[in-house]
């Protein structure tokens, strides 16, 4: 995968994952037509469309697109269940998520795909592990209790920890 | 100092506002906030601003100042500051900049970090960004931690492993050891990193692919446990075992069975078993069935395999899923060249697919229509065909009547068939048949003899109903200016023929040179055709008169585009090819003319035909200077196209007078040895590049 973008139907960007190295203009010109390209594609078509010389598959689920560019060689349709897996992710961590979600909880959506993603493939292929993963460096990042034990203790826990 | 105000409140406020104006006021003020705080080296709450800066960069305003302090909070002890921090780098650095180098360091500290957590962020940092000379640095300590027994980092550092590679390509040899006993992990994370590992080695190395190919059987053993186990509520995904894992183990055996007979015959069974029980509905399924079609196409596998294979996509192309219908299209067009004959059989669904609301399925149901198109099938086919380019969107209509021109000439079943298919082509998307059709046409014409009669009556009544497609209209005149005797003989085989008089036929062409709708290159072929028809019609008179109207203009026209042509001391000119026809045509009708005029030396061309030889028109120049001085050295060149004859006579003199008190004169002729006929062969012999800068409405 060359990247992975999520907008709103007004064409916001709620996330932008880069898994190749691009200018920031770049990327801005590149976010800019593709979006457009995709708010354009009526019902009825196809979720895959060429574009550029990379192949582009789209998802629509409520209110966000999530879109993919991947290469030549990558399949789509498995690309699709890539898709709706980081989906589920976000359900089942946000409890039936929404954009809202996603809005106001950005960081959060970066964590899980980074957790299930990594340079573009899938690190886990079972949901549980992810998500256990994400529960786990949550832990870490509250301090309020102690981390399992599976984990070691990070010295340097004598600061009050801010939230974000 | 009050705290600065938390994410989800910067989050909230900026919603609020109304106008981009309002919204770039708030950035502003909070971004000014955040300076003064970064300037401030206020650790506590680095992390939040940088949070809130990333988000301010999302919605693509600039947020560069915060990359340093991604550094700082990635070398803080905390781990919400890494995880920022880490995050940030991603976003905001990339390997452009030296700045991102100062990271090395730190994600070496967080690869040998205690947590497991603060390791995997440094790997996937490292996996998503690492510039070549991050990962030179780093690739031992990825290498190390491919080896270690912790499922979690071995999965993340094999990921790792393929973006140095890809990075740094020498250093795959290093990973080679690691590999050793990847795919004897029971743990799916693992396994399905290392496949993707083992398939980027392969795919870069010969010698690897080599290395590898041993792993043929317990990568088969591996994919058959997957589908043969029972439910693995873990892994499952609408009753298939870890679909991705199928998917990566499929691809890789296809890269490892390449031109290799013996791996291929390894993986034989478990292809047909894959192919076979594979549940199909769910996209998931076709997912693993569709990996399966492109590995059995792309190994030595055998023909039973292979039919297989193009039966499934058969299959796909009746899914109700677009999508399956589309990656059936795709893989059909890949094959169409090696199992032609397998892909005929299903050649009524993929026509069927022009039917298809999608613009990506009819496309390439277009293309892969005009594929399977042969000598059996042509009338058929072209059928379908001619009915799509009827009804399809234009961003199709250029592709498609090339592709029907192309495909009747191969396989045309008859030269009447041929003309009529042509005929429908222009008739029906006569404004979207590429420019380089028309000379085409022209020669398929000129070499159907027997046809002749029956084309320009077609093509006449054509032009009878419509005059707006300049393609149609070209050929047709030109056919009528070619065959018009034919056309008022009343004599046509194939059809019942039409009473014309000469006098229609030129009432047509002459319409032609009126009209609005007309470009100026319809109007020269219009006006070529009326003067090739005073040799075929009787009605002289009346030709000449037209062309000696519209041929003053159209030279007139044609001497401000000559003007282009000259440069300092090397006047040269040339003579187009219907330039030069209608010099010879019209001869002494043609009335003086300015051929050029600039900074004083203006040059007039006057016209009168040659004693006795009516094939011979007479120019002469004549050369005059407005100016102070005296213009020397004064030479003139002509050139003519190949069929012409030119000869230049001697100059008066070299030298053109100051102040208009005296002129140069030259005599040119020009003479066309044959009978006024007229064939399309490319643009006159030019070594001038001036030639270029003709207009392109000009005359050529």
């Known amino acids: 995968m060359q990247f992975m973008l999520l907008f709103s139907r007004q064409g916001k960007l709620r996330l932008q994952k880069w898994y190749v190295p691009l200018s920031d203009k770049e990327k801005k010109k590149i976010t800019r037509e593709l979006v457009q390209t995709v708010l354009a594609r009526k019902p009825k078509m196809c979720s895959f469309l060429e574009w550029r010389d990379l192949k582009v598959v789209y998802k629509r689920y409520a209110s966000l697109y999530f879109c993919c560019a991947i290469e030549n060689q990558d399949n789509e349709l498995i690309t699709l269940e890539i898709i709706h897996r980081y989906v589920e992710l976000l359900d089942k961590y946000f409890g039936s998520v929404c954009e809202l979600d996603i809005i106001f909880n950005f960081e959060k959506a970066y964590f899980i795909l980074d957790e299930f993603l990594l340079g573009g493939e899938a690190q886990d292929t079972s949901k549980k592990n992810v998500l256990k993963a994400i529960e786990q460096a949550d832990l870490l990042q509250e301090c309020r209790r102690e981390p399992p034990l599976t984990v070691c203790f990070l010295s340097a826990q004598l600061t009050t920890e801010k939230p974000l | 100092?009050?705290?600065?105000?938390?994410?989800?409140?910067?989050?909230?406020?900026?919603?609020?506002?109304?106008?981009?104006?309002?919204?770039?006021?708030?950035?502003?003020?909070?971004?000014?906030?955040?300076?003064?705080?970064?300037?401030?080296?206020?650790?506590?709450?680095?992390?939040?601003?940088?949070?809130?800066?990333?988000?301010?960069?999302?919605?693509?305003?600039?947020?560069?100042?915060?990359?340093?302090?991604?550094?700082?909070?990635?070398?803080?002890?905390?781990?919400?500051?890494?995880?920022?921090?880490?995050?940030?780098?991603?976003?905001?650095?990339?390997?452009?900049?030296?700045?991102?180098?100062?990271?090395?360091?730190?994600?070496?500290?967080?690869?040998?970090?205690?947590?497991?957590?603060?390791?995997?962020?440094?790997?996937?940092?490292?996996?998503?960004?690492?510039?070549?000379?991050?990962?030179?640095?780093?690739?031992?300590?990825?290498?190390?931690?491919?080896?270690?027994?912790?499922?979690?980092?071995?999965?993340?550092?094999?990921?790792?492993?393929?973006?140095?590679?890809?990075?740094?390509?020498?250093?795959?040899?290093?990973?080679?050891?690691?590999?050793?006993?990847?795919?004897?992990?029971?743990?799916?994370?693992?396994?399905?990193?290392?496949?993707?590992?083992?398939?980027?080695?392969?795919?870069?190395?010969?010698?690897?692919?080599?290395?590898?190919?041993?792993?043929?059987?317990?990568?088969?053993?591996?994919?058959?446990?997957?589908?043969?186990?029972g439910y693995s509520p873990e892994h499952d995904v609408s009753g298939i075992s870890d679909p991705f894992l199928q998917v990566r183990i499929l691809r890789l055996l296809r890269i490892l069975g390449r031109s290799d007979d013996d791996s291929s015959e390894a993986m034989n069974d478990i292809l047909a078993q894959v192919a076979t029980n594979t549940e199909t509905s769910k996209n998931v399924g076709n997912a693993i069935l569709y990996e399966t079609v492109l590995t059995i196409m792309d190994i030595k596998s055998e023909s039973g395999l292979r039919v297989l294979a193009i039966n499934i996509l058969g299959r796909f192309l009746l899914n109700n899923d677009k999508n399956i219908r589309y990656v059936a299209l795709t893989s059909l067009l890949k094959t169409v060249q090696t199992d032609h004959n397998a892909v005929q059989r299903h050649r009524s669904t993929i026509v069927d697919c022009l039917k298809d609301l999608d613009v990506s399925i009819k496309r390439r149901a277009m293309e892969l229509s005009f594929a399977l198109v042969n000598g059996n099938n042509i009338r058929g086919m072209m059928k379908e065909l001619l009915y799509f380019l009827d009804s399809c969107d234009p961003e199709f209509k250029a592709d498609c009547a090339s592709g029907v021109f192309l495909a009747a000439e191969k396989y045309a079943p008859s030269k009447r068939w041929h003309i009529d298919t042509i005929m429908r082509v222009l008739t029906t998307a006569g404004s979207y048949v590429r420019d380089d059709s028309v000379p085409n046409l022209i020669q398929l014409i000129t070499n159907s003899v027997e046809m002749h009669a029956y084309t320009v009556q077609r093509l006449y009544k054509a032009l009878l109903d419509d005059i707006s497609q300049q393609p149609l209209v070209q050929v047709s005149s030109w056919c009528i200016g070619e065959y018009g005797d034919l056309l008022v003989s009343g004599q046509c085989e194939e059809e019942e023929p039409i009473q014309v008089t000469e006098d229609e036929v030129l009432d047509v062409l002459e319409g032609l040179l009126v009209s609005n709708l007309s470009t100026p290159v319809t109007r020269g072929y219009s006006l070529t055709a009326i003067m090739k028809l005073s040799t075929r019609f009787s009605s002289v008179n009346r030709i000449k008169k037209v062309v000696s109207i519209y041929g003053s203009i159209c030279l007139q026209m044609y001497s401000y585009s000559l003007q282009a042509l000259f440069c300092r001391n090397d006047w040269c000119f040339s003579l187009s090819r219907k330039w030069t026809y209608l010099i010879l045509f019209l001869s002494e009708a043609i009335p003086p003319m300015t051929a050029y005029s600039k900074n004083g030396l203006k040059i007039e061309f006057t016209f009168e035909r040659a004693n006795p030889n009516p094939n011979i028109a007479v120019i002469t120049i004549h050369a005059t200077n407005t100016t102070e001085a005296d213009m020397t050295e004064f030479v003139f060149q002509a050139a003519v196209p190949k069929t012409f004859q030119l000869q230049l006579l001697s100059p008066s003199s070299n030298i053109v007078p100051a102040l208009n008190q005296g002129s140069v004169t030259q005599v040119i002729r020009v003479l066309n040895p044959q009978k006024l006929t007229y064939t399309h062969k490319g643009s006159p012999i030019q070594d001038l590049a001036e030639v270029n800068n003709f207009p392109p409405q000009s005359w050529q």
Do not use: W
């Open chain 2, 1 to 229: 100092m009050p705290a600065p105000i938390r994410l989800r409140e910067l989050i909230r406020t900026i919603r609020t506002a109304r106008t981009q104006a309002e919204e770039r006021e708030m950035i502003q003020k909070e971004c000014a906030a955040i300076r003064s705080s970064f300037r401030e080296e206020d650790n506590t709450y680095r992390c939040r601003n940088v949070a809130k800066l990333l988000y301010m960069h999302m919605l693509g305003y600039p947020a560069h100042f915060g990359q340093l302090e991604c550094l700082k909070l990635i070398a803080s002890q905390k781990f919400t500051d890494k995880r920022i921090g880490y995050l940030g780098a991603m976003l905001l650095l990339d390997e452009r900049q030296d700045v991102h180098l100062l990271m090395t360091n730190c994600i070496k500290n967080d690869l040998n970090h205690s947590t497991q957590y603060v390791q995997g962020l440094a790997l996937c940092t490292l996996g998503c960004m690492g510039s070549s000379e991050m990962c030179r640095d780093l690739a031992g300590e990825v290498e190390k931690l491919l080896k270690t027994s912790n499922s979690y980092l071995r999965k993340k550092a094999a990921l790792c492993a393929v973006h140095v590679i890809r990075k740094v390509p020498e250093l795959m040899e290093m990973f080679l050891p690691a590999t050793k006993n990847l795919l004897s992990e029971k743990n799916h994370g693992v396994l399905h990193t290392s496949v993707v590992l083992l398939t980027e080695m392969c795919e870069r190395s010969p010698d690897m692919l080599l290395h590898f190919r041993k792993l043929v059987p317990q990568l088969v053993r591996i994919l058959k446990n997957l589908i043969m186990s």
